[in-house]
């Protein structure tokens, strides 16, 4: 980022925000599911949620805001652990929220009055949706006797003098009838039209469009009555939605109506994807104005700048506002917030480097656009707002000052990451433009016998039936793009393997460790968890007989002390570094070996543990050569010393429940009957998961006896020597086991592949129902092939 930018990207990051458009919070009780805090969707639709990009995105957002596991259970179990009140506060305070409008008139499970919000943000007003009101007068009774005119009158007088203020109104007309509304129409027309909508019974829901349209235009005269704006849902929503009918276009004969030249009416959604209609409409019209809430963050990046740059095509600056259409929980006004400040960015920096703005001009914009313009609009008190102090969250400034003091450049070029059978780190470099434009959409092309190169040379194994003939793409999973911390000009992105774009190829580890994840889920409704442990030598240069050798860092003893503060520098490092990759370290220490360590990771669901293991590697690897030495993973680096494992703990959870534990201490070893099952799954089939987990010949110089390496095949309780060990480690009750680890495992294995073995042996103890035998206490004799 050039330096000229940095104080705009200071002005986005603290710009005091007012969200004109949001709706209710609901409890933790509620039984709205909490993927709808992702997408519009319902029913089983919401299935398929979590491979959009927004929840991929949206996931990674509020894990690191709230430092829990990177899943949707992890997120949940924090939740719950922490109340309703508690993660509000937190969501608007990083948010930097002062002021929210809501339109409570879209009914939600228990959600909590509009009053109560006061308690998680200083200011709070209201929006009266219209055809809300219109169904309460109906079920409350009152069919007639008065004009409906007055009765909408003291309807919302009523409203205005409630507890709340109200600052404008809202109509949903286009999930009715549509937006080409008739401004005409007749008394006679309406009285027909109420009359139908009476015999359809209670509860009310109104649809006629006679009816909806004649409602429409007297509550536009009750506005100006009132001076107040009012907001219309344009563009996408759910399924109830006829997207056909919610073009701004239909609105037309509606604006050139007379009678309504002095309203104000905000165009809500960005119009999506209308975008450019809407523009078009707020640049001729002087009533019309844009808020571009649920377009952001419900799109793609890709989308949210593109559909903001649509709107600032032709409207001014001053009619262009923010909102979240934060609705139900308090992260999706944190997500809208959080990428309406990403997306402005994004927006005024390219404006200001194509000469559309200059600098006092895009600082002057972010004003108006994040508070100014719905001040304005809305006739909010700025006294009010100003007394409201302006957060900014620890996460954003962190972000923030990370980006501004450590570097001012640009990202130039982006590493795209494949782990091939052997375990080995591959990647291809472009350019970032390149990758922008061409190859997030398109993927690189890569021989189909990458997949079958061995540790010893690059070209394919004897007898594969992957050989230089073919090719596939390498297709970047864009929820793993990270920036480099070593390198703050570019960033890094695990690929999977394609045939063609959308096909996956059948070899792709990352879709194999997927393909088996979904069949836990789909038979079991379970999740894998993992934690790895890495262990690893770091080496240093030195000249001998004029020869370069590699030689132990340091040669101190376990957990040494003087051997942490040796390497304390780079530890440090390493540790900052996985932090910035959101990737959580649990401890650290020096092993036994000369110049060995052991980082370990957090647990988390088993496709993300193999994603931060790749990363992790990539960190220890690179900070290593930074300070002039040699990280390596090698299973036995040399024979005479102890080996490097990559150790990991497996455990089992449902809905974000740990269900490998006992419920109690009175079950057998522990465990739950499940996970003793999956465990005897991964006994039973042990000799042949090696060729997974232990790939390579070096990996049996380490698996042998008296090495804490799992040479024997059985299991044990707190036994290390034993392969499986199943551990009841601090804050777990005793006799509780919540977990087991894999000793058997080192750092030449493809983690995706192992895992993917690991979690098809469980499942086969489950299907099965297969039995563990008793633990071994001592060294058993039987030693593994």
């Given at each position: 980022m050039d330096e000229k930018y940095a104080e705009l990207r200071l002005a986005v990051e603290t710009a005091e925000l007012v969200d004109a458009h949001a709706h209710n919070i609901v409890p933790l009780d509620s039984t709205i599911p909490f993927l709808s805090c992702f997408s519009e969707a319902s029913g089983?639709?919401?299935?398929?949620?979590?491979?959009?990009?927004?929840f991929k995105r949206s996931l990674r957002d509020i894990a690191e805001l709230y430092g829990s596991e990177l899943s949707i259970e992890g997120i949940q179990e924090y939740r719950n652990s922490n109340g309703i009140e508690s993660i509000s506060k937190t969501c608007f305070t990083a948010a930097g929220i002062s002021s929210v409008l809501i339109d409570d008139g879209f009914e939600l499970e228990k959600m909590l009055h509009i009053e109560q919000h006061k308690n998680i943000v200083p200011f709070v007003g209201r929006i009266l949706r219209i055809e809300h009101l219109a169904e309460q007068i109906l079920d409350e009774g009152i069919r007639n006797g008065k004009s409906w005119t007055f009765l909408i009158i003291v309807l919302l007088t009523f409203g205005a003098k409630d507890v709340v203020k109200v600052f404008g109104l809202k109509s949903i007309a286009a999930y009715r009838s549509g937006l080409e509304i008739n401004p005409n129409v007749t008394t006679k027309e309406f009285e027909d039209a109420l009359a139908e909508v009476l015999l359809d019974g209670n509860p009310v829901r109104i649809t006629n469009k006679n009816f909806i349209d004649y409602i429409f235009v007297r509550s536009l005269e009750v506005a100006l009555s009132f001076d107040w704006p009012i907001q219309i849902h344009t563009g996408f929503g759910d399924k109830d939605l006829d997207l056909r009918q919610a073009n701004p276009l239909h609105l037309r004969n509606l604006l050139e109506d007379p009678r309504f030249l002095d309203s104000r009416i905000v165009l809500l959604h960005a119009s999506y994807p209308f975008s450019r209609e809407a523009s078009h409409l707020a640049s001729i019209y002087h009533q019309v104005y844009l808020d571009f809430g649920l377009a952001i963050p419900k799109l793609s990046v890709h989308g949210m700048i593109s559909t903001v740059k649509e709107l600032l095509e032709l409207a001014p600056i001053k009619k262009v506002m923010f909102s979240t259409d934060g609705c139900a929980f308090p992260e999706t006004f944190y997500l809208g917030a959080k990428r309406a400040r990403e997306v402005v960015f994004s927006v005024l920096h390219d404006a200001c480097n194509e000469g559309d703005l200059s600098i006092p001009e895009a600082l002057e914009a972010v004003t108006d656009i994040f508070s100014e313009n719905s001040k304005n609009f809305y006739k909010i008190d700025s006294d009010a707002t100003s007394r409201v102090p302006r957060h900014v969250s620890d996460t954003l400034k962190k972000s923030n000052n990370q980006e501004?003091?450590?570097?001012?450049?640009?990202?130039?070029?982006?590493?795209?990451?494949?782990?091939?059978?052997?375990?080995?780190?591959?990647?291809?470099?472009?350019?970032?433009?390149?990758?922008?434009?061409?190859?997030?959409e398109n993927g690189l092309g890569l021989t189909c016998a990458s997949m079958a190169m061995s540790s010893a040379m690059d070209g394919p194994a004897e007898d594969t039936n992957l050989t230089g003939t073919g090719e596939i793409r390498l297709m970047p999973d864009l929820s793993t793009r990270r920036r480099i911390p070593w390198v703050m000009q570019e960033e890094m992105v695990l690929a999977d393997m394609h045939l063609k774009p959308g096909h996956v190829w059948e070899y792709c580890p990352r879709e194999t460790l997927r393909r088996v994840s979904k069949l836990l889920k789909q038979e079991f409704n379970l999740v894998m968890n993992a934690g790895f442990e890495?262990?690893?030598?770091?080496?240093?240069?030195?000249?001998?007989?004029?020869?370069?050798?590699?030689?132990?860092?340091?040669?101190?003893?376990?957990?040494?002390?003087?051997?942490?503060?040796?390497?304390?520098?780079?530890?440090?490092?390493?540790?900052?570094?996985?932090?910035?990759?959101?990737?959580?370290?649990?401890?650290?220490?020096?092993?036994?070996?000369?110049?060995?360590f052991e980082i370990a990771l957090r647990y988390t669901t088993c496709t993300n543990a193999a994603d931060n293991l790749i990363y992790a590697r990539e960190v220890v690897r690179a900070v290593a050569r930074k300070h002039g030495l040699l990280a390596t993973f090698m299973p036995k680096y040399n024979l005479d010393d102890i080996g490097s494992g990559s150790h990991v703990h497996i455990s089992l959870s449902e809905n974000g429940h740990n269900v490998f534990a006992a419920s109690d201490g009175s079950s057998k070893h522990g465990m739950s009957k499940i996970g003793q099952e999956f465990m005897a799954g991964v006994l039973h089939h042990l000799p042949s998961l090696l060729a997974f987990t232990a790939p390579i010949p070096n990996s049996y110089d380490r698996i042998q006896p008296n090495m804490w390496s799992g040479a024997y095949l059985c299991w044990g309780k707190e036994n290390r020597e034993a392969p499986l060990r199943t551990a009841c480690p601090p804050g777990v009750p005793d006799g509780i086991v919540s977990n087991f680890e894999i000793k058997a495992l080192d750092g030449c294995a493809n983690p995706y592949l192992a895992l993917a073995a690991v979690l098809a042996s469980g499942i086969h103890g489950l299907r099965t129902h297969l039995s563990l035998p008793d633990p071994i206490g001592k060294h058993s004799s039987n030693v593994l092939p």
């Open positions: 089983k639709a919401l299935s398929f949620v979590p491979s959009t990009l927004n501004l003091n450590s570097t001012q450049q640009e990202i130039v070029l982006v590493r795209v990451l494949w782990i091939d059978a052997s375990g080995q780190h591959r990647c291809r470099v472009v350019p970032r433009i390149r990758f922008d434009n061409f190859v997030k890495n262990e690893f030598y770091l080496l240093k240069s030195h000249v001998r007989n004029g020869e370069e050798e590699w030689v132990p860092f340091d040669t101190s003893r376990y957990c040494s002390t003087s051997a942490y503060d040796a390497a304390s520098p780079i530890l440090h490092e390493i540790v900052n570094s996985l932090d910035s990759l959101n990737i959580d370290v649990e401890q650290l220490h020096p092993e036994a070996g000369n110049g060995q």
